[in-house]
């Protein structure tokens, strides 16, 4: 049975703190576009407030994410339970990129662990929490995280990230601009 709150309480937290993977899910404005929906791993997501998040972005071969809350902002993080209990969280709200040149990036930044291949931090506005049974979720043992994105930002090197960001992280798959297009000249 699904519960609804208008934030994410101490328990709720505690669940987000034990989980080793969440989801965030992505749309843009256009029925024609593509909806996106991304794993995120690593030690990447943090609780700032009751009402507010934000996940550490890696370079990877798209930036839909950035894409479509820079045209419209809606966002949806989900936390399922792999162990234990069956639960499944979504945090619902309305989110944006903050890239490495702007007035918050030190203050949110300092709060991940250094690592090679930060590309932006999202952050969240949430508005609706909601609980569902996850009945259908099936169990699965954490081995451990992958280290392929960090050897990978590793050998690329500062230089060749910026160059891969440039190639495939300026615009979404549907043609719409990120935050990182407005930083190169045109």
């Given at each position: 049975?699904?519960?609804?709150?208008?934030?994410?309480?101490?328990?709720?937290?505690?669940?987000?703190?034990?989980?080793?993977?969440?989801?965030?899910?992505?749309?843009?404005?256009?029925?024609?576009?593509?909806?996106?929906?991304?794993?995120?791993?690593?030690?990447?997501?943090?609780?700032?407030?009751?009402?507010?998040?934000?996940?550490?972005?890696?370079?990877?071969?798209?930036?839909?994410?950035?894409?479509?809350?820079?045209?419209?902002?809606?966002?949806?993080?989900?936390?399922?339970?792999?162990?234990?209990?069956?639960?499944?969280?979504?945090?619902?709200?309305?989110?944006y990129t903050v890239l490495p040149d702007r007035a918050e990036?030190?203050?949110?930044?300092?709060?991940?662990?250094?690592?090679?291949?930060?590309?932006?931090?999202?952050?969240?506005?949430?508005?609706?929490?909601?609980?569902?049974?996850?009945?259908?979720?099936?169990?699965?043992?954490?081995?451990?995280?992958?280290?392929?994105?960090?050897?990978?930002?590793?050998?690329?090197?500062?230089?060749?990230?910026?160059?891969?960001?440039?190639?495939?992280?300026?615009?979404?798959?549907?043609?719409?601009?990120?935050?990182?297009?407005?930083?190169?000249?045109?």
């Amino acid at each position: 049975m699904a519960k609804v709150f208008d934030r994410i309480t101490d328990e709720l937290q505690a669940f987000i703190a034990t989980q080793h993977i969440f989801f965030v899910a992505t749309a843009p404005i256009s029925s024609t576009g593509h909806i996106n929906v991304s794993p995120k791993g690593l030690d990447s997501f943090r609780i700032l407030s009751p009402n507010r998040v934000a996940y550490l972005d890696l370079t990877g071969s798209g930036n839909e994410t950035s894409a479509h809350l820079q045209e419209n902002g809606r966002i949806t993080l989900m936390f399922c339970a792999f162990q234990g209990s069956p639960s499944i969280l979504r945090l619902y709200g309305t989110g944006y990129t903050v890239l490495p040149d702007r007035a918050e990036w030190d203050n949110l930044h300092s709060l991940f662990p250094p690592t090679p291949g930060t590309r932006q931090i999202i952050v969240a506005e949430i508005d609706r929490v909601q609980t569902s049974c996850g009945f259908g979720v099936p169990l699965y043992e954490h081995q451990g995280e992958r280290e392929n994105l960090v050897k990978w930002a590793h050998k690329k090197g500062e230089q060749g990230l910026q160059d891969y960001q440039k190639q495939k992280n300026l615009v979404s798959i549907d043609g719409l601009p990120t935050p990182l297009a407005a930083k190169e000249p045109s």
